[in-house]
């Protein structure tokens, strides 16, 4: 069996998949949503302290397991150093006890690979990657290289939710309590906002104008009702998606995809995977989506991905792992 670990950001999860069938023997994830709410977003001592209490509780579940593990997969990059180095520090001691090879995994790459849980993977492939820390159109080559084709400036896709729903008092996290309120907007002309970098020729994202657009109109509400916060959530998702969009429909003219999937946490939102089933759908292209439940963090792709690098032991010894809060992949500039 492969064990993977995930402790980038705010949640804890442990995963143990055989190898051989990619079968789940464990999954369990501890997040940390609730003991954050109350910020409105994630505080990284906090997280800090939290993993350190969940990973040895997921990890006494899997204590008959331990005698099985060929290999373990560890997030090390990209995510907050406090919440990182708790998942390595683990795998490095279980690594040592075990006396069992550790595989790095990049976070991002696991993402890809929640859209391959169950089954080999083939590329070559496009990908949007929409998270609370990226928003990224990516592709990986025939040998599963990746290269970044557009990024964002600012926000990302996720966290301008996260940042609505902070200014309207929904909670925390954004993503899944924007997209309801969207749903109950029965006005879906009342707020228009602007498309970020529209005209601009660049493949490149920015969310914070959007963002500020939101908080103007809000400030000149004096009192803000149930349906105000449905009217505002639709207008701002729509535009989001449509953002999104307005660049990948770029992107599609100059890349030949026949496979596309969109993976990340936001890749739950149903407006933006109803217009890529579109987009797909008009260049005959096959539209790949990971499980809803697997779109957020888990250690169930961190296995997945870990997999791969197992089969071509790629293996780190546990002096030369180290983490990197932040990481990036190799650029390509697509002739506009
Ligand atoms: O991938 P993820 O679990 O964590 C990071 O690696 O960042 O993504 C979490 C992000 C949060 O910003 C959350 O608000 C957003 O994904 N999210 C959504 C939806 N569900 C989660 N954003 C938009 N629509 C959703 N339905
Ligand atoms: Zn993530």
Known sequence: MILGIESSCDDSSVALIDEGTLEQIYYKKISQEEEHAIFGGVVPELAARLHT?????????ILPN????????????????VSLIGGVSMAKALSIALNIPLIAVNHLVGH???LFLDREATFPLGVLLVSGGHTMILEANENGEILELASTSDDSFGES???????????YPGGAVVQQNALLCEDKDRFK??????????????????????????????????????????????????HILNKLDKVFKLRNFKRFGVVGGASANLNLRKRLETLCQKNECELLLAPLSFCSDNALMIARAGREKYLKKEFISHDKLTINPRVSFKKFELDL
């Open 193 to 242: 906002f602007t498309v970020p970098l529209l005209h601009d020729k660049r493949l490149e994202y920015s969310f914070s104008g959007l963002k500020n657009q939101v908080r103007v109109e809000i400030s000149k509400l004096e009192t803000i009702t149930q349906k105000d916060i449905a009217d505002i959530c639709y207008a701002f998702e729509n535009t989001a998606c449509e």
């Open 161 to 171: 939710f996260d940042k609505v729903a902070k200014m309207l008092d929904l909670g």
């Open 53 to 61: 209490k969940a990973l040895p509780a997921l990890l006494n579940d």
């Open 112 to 114: 890809i690979y929640s």
């Open 66 to 81: 331990l005698k099985d593990i060929n290999a373990i997969a560890v997030t090390n990059e990209p995510g907050l150093s």
